[in-house]
């Protein structure tokens, strides 16, 4: 992430094990973290313990 001289927001999303890569810009940085929170909890990262579901 890095901020822009002419203002706002830029990102660089790589994953190159599933050979993604976008750019992205914006002004508000809200919505950047809450869009970066979403895609890094995506990712499959080996030696990350398996997630499971249980229904109430």
């Given at each position: 992430?890095?901020?822009?001289?002419?203002?706002?927001?830029?990102?660089?999303?790589?994953?190159?094990?599933?050979?993604?890569?976008?750019?992205?810009?914006?002004?508000i940085?809200?919505?950047?973290?809450?869009?970066?929170?979403?895609?890094?909890?995506?990712?499959?990262?080996?030696?990350?313990?398996?997630t499971?579901?249980?229904?109430?």
């Amino acid at each position: 992430m890095a901020v822009l001289v002419e203002g706002g927001y830029g990102v660089v999303r790589r994953d190159t094990t599933r050979n993604q890569h976008t750019v992205t810009m914006a002004t508000i940085s809200n919505g950047i973290a809450c869009g970066l929170t979403i895609w890094m909890a995506a990712r499959d990262c080996s030696g990350r313990p398996a997630t499971s579901f249980s229904e109430f």
